[in-house]
């Protein structure tokens, strides 16, 4: 049973359970229906509000979008008046450009015209030059041939008239002739002398050598002279020279062999001028005696060209020479220092000893003046510790002298 109490008048009355669900029914249904009712109303009138308020915005919105194209028409109009404008001038710029490219182009055509008529007038003066220039090589060409033709016939007769002795030393005093005639202006530095020294059996003609200004020597040559007339029966080779010529300048220490010959006057291999035999023996050479001056010079720039790293190379070997020395000093100094150190330790290990025994015998001098000091201490203590009580003590007469004394020393005190 459920007791409800009556809103009006307060009276209170029992229900059972299904009429009290059923009054909860009607209750319950009674107010969703309300609450539903004023939700619907006030979704009503929401929305109402949201309607209105959209409406507003696009209007809003619209307005503006309105305000805008119609801005953007006006703008474009005023677009179209200026290109409207621009274009009527364009039209006349149009013109004066193409007047002015017509009155550029005529320019150009005409400047054309007078390059064309210059390169013309160019061309043929370079056609002339080169006529002149082939006209000159072959004025020289023919020269040389002559100069080269006049030697050979000088050589000829030369060899003619002299006997096969006086060939090659005419050959030897040849070349020292020309070397001498440009000795001091070409070769200020330079020495050239005979090969006199036959110590190891044979000897070149000539040795020349040119050293720098700082004394580095950047070029030898060991000089042989070779010729023999028409007439001699056995005819030599070039080759055959080339080995004792390569001999001559390993012992001698010249850097390059120069063989100058007149054997062999037919062989166009060794008239065609400076022919590098290398490939038989090293840097040998072997030339025509009109080739004797150019092929010193030759070899003498192309040494020049080396100098300086020829010094460089010199200053590395006094550099590792001085090294050496400062190694081998080193090296007697640290032999040195090591006997001497080994004499000093001897010498500290004596020391020490002798010191090791001195501080024995101290240590023994400190045993007896510890134990003297501690005899002396223990007889201070007794000499402290001993009384006339203790003197006396088998003495009664001794006591009795003393007691009577120390009595009288009293009295008199008083």
Do not use: W
Request: glycine share 4%; charged share 35%.
């Amino acid at each position: 049973m459920q007791e409800i109490k009556c809103p009006r008048c307060g009276e209170l009355f029992q229900i059972d359970e299904a009429g009290y669900a059923e009054i909860v029914r009607q209750v319950r249904d009674a107010e969703f229906q309300q609450e539903l009712s004023r939700r619907e109303q006030e979704f009503d009138l929401r929305r109402e509000n949201d309607l209105r308020l959209a409406r507003a915005e696009q209007e809003k919105v619209r307005t503006e979008a309105v305000a805008v194209k119609e801005a953007e028409i006006a703008r474009q109009k005023q677009e179209v008046t200026a290109l409207q404008a621009k274009l009527a001038a364009g039209e006349t710029e149009k013109q004066l450009a193409i007047r002015e490219a017509v009155s550029a182009k005529e320019q150009e055509l005409a400047e054309r015209a007078t390059e064309i008529t210059r390169l013309r007038g160019q061309l043929q003066s370079k056609e002339t030059e080169r006529q002149l220039s082939e006209k000159s090589l072959q004025e020289q060409y023919e020269a040389r041939l002559r100069m080269k033709d006049e030697q050979i016939e000088y050589y000829k007769d030369f060899k003619a008239r002299q006997s096969t002795k006086m060939i090659g030393e005419s050959l030897e005093q040849h070349c020292l002739n020309q070397f001498n005639s440009l000795r001091m202006t070409a070769f200020p530095r330079a020495y050239f002398e005979k090969d006199n020294d036959a110590a190891s059996g044979s000897k070149g003609d000539f040795i020349f050598r040119e050293c720098a200004e700082d004394g580095t020597e950047f070029i030898s040559i060991m000089f042989e002279m070779k010729n023999e007339a028409d007439e001699t029966r056995t005819k030599h080779k070039n080759e055959d020279f080339f080995k004792e010529l390569d001999k001559d300048r390993r012992e001698k220490g010249c850097e390059y062999a120069v063989l100058v010959s007149m054997l062999e006057g037919d062989n166009e291999y060794y008239n065609a001028g400076i022919v590098d035999v290398s490939y038989r023996y090293p840097k040998m050479y072997v030339i025509r005696p009109q080739f004797f001056i150019p092929m010193i010079t030759l070899l003498r720039n192309a040494a020049l060209n080396s100098l300086q790293y020829q010094q460089e190379l010199q200053v590395v070997r006094n550099q590792q020479l001085d090294i050496l020395h400062f190694e081998e000093n080193m090296n007697a100094f640290k032999a040195g220092f090591a006997r001497n150190y080994e004499l000093a330790s001897r010498k500290f290990g004596d020391a020490i000893a002798e010191i090791d025994k001195s501080i024995a015998q101290l240590q023994k001098v400190k045993e007896a003046l510890t134990s003297s000091e501690r005899n002396l201490r223990l007889a201070n203590d007794k000499a402290q510790d001993l009384s006339i009580k203790k003197l006396t003590k088998n003495s009664p007469s001794l006591k009795t002298m003393f007691d009577e004394a120390r009595q009288q020393s009293a009295e008199s005190e008083e």
